[in-house]
């Protein structure tokens, strides 16, 4: 180092003076309890607050879970986004929030296997660890599944968006609906018809919102694969990670010899979820990401399977 880096360099203040600099202050002298048990519990509050509150909790919690599938791969961890909540009666002024952390913790300790069977007794013991009569968890997750192509056999990664819910009260029981959002590929049936050659197409995403039945086994069908297979089955092609151009070949052909309107695919999906035993009440929502407009085109469809009893 010469004369004139010497000269140069800065003289800085010691870490605390430039915290002071900055703002912060000499501690004030301590006179509230550091006991948990000498320290008051404001949410614990017993009076007439008013109103009932349907649901208060937290959410947008990243946490890693564990997943199953029928799909290759058939064990993976993904990371859950999660939202947890209860009701309050009017004589409570509110909840206390870690205990919702501290439940997730609890489960994180043995391995969170993101199931139904597992969120159903996650959802109950909540109830009882918030003193509440009702509890509910929502994760979402990117579910990862291997995709071939049709010719070359080449496999890569393909995910889908799925959601699970479970809902808990001592008096109804459970409560449980499954969503999953899948990407698809469709072709214009009006592009084919009037042009001379060619038509254009779009990536779609296909959104399901599920009821599933009281008696739903998990062990026997994965709801995740049952939906992303009424959404492929019905576009005009699959989304493939990996395409030679044999497999380009025939997906593009396929998706000729298959147009379809987001109208197409709600009702095409609809059918098949109808004809799913396991399935209550869904929802369907097709996005078409148009290639030859700014705008998307967009369609849903709702149905109950219950009110035909």
Known sequence: ???????????????????KLFGSVTPGPRTKPVEKEQMVDLQNSKKDFLFEIDTVGISNVKHPIRIQSTMTPEIQTTIGTFAFGSSINMESKGTNMSRFTQQLDAYHQEGFAVDLETLKKFTKELAGRLKQSDASVTVEYPWFFERKGPASQMAGMNHADATVTVSYHEESGFDMEVGLEATITTLCPCSKEISEYSAHNQRGNVSMSVKLSEDFDENKVDWKAALLEAAES??????????KRPDEKMVTEQAYENPRFVEDIVRLVAAD?????????????????????????????????????
Do not use: G, W
């Open 1 to 19: 180092m010469n004369k004139t880096q010497m000269k140069n360099k800065k003289q800085l203040p010691s870490k605390q003076e430039r915290h």
């Open 234 to 243: 019905n576009a005009s092609a699959r989304i493939h990670p990996v395409l």
């Open 273 to 309: 979820l109808y004809e799913y035993a396991f399935v209550e009440k869904f929802e369907i929502t097709c996005r078409n990401e148009e290639s030859i407009h700014l705008h998307d085109a967009i369609a849903t469809l709702s149905y109950d399977k219950r009110e035909e009893r």
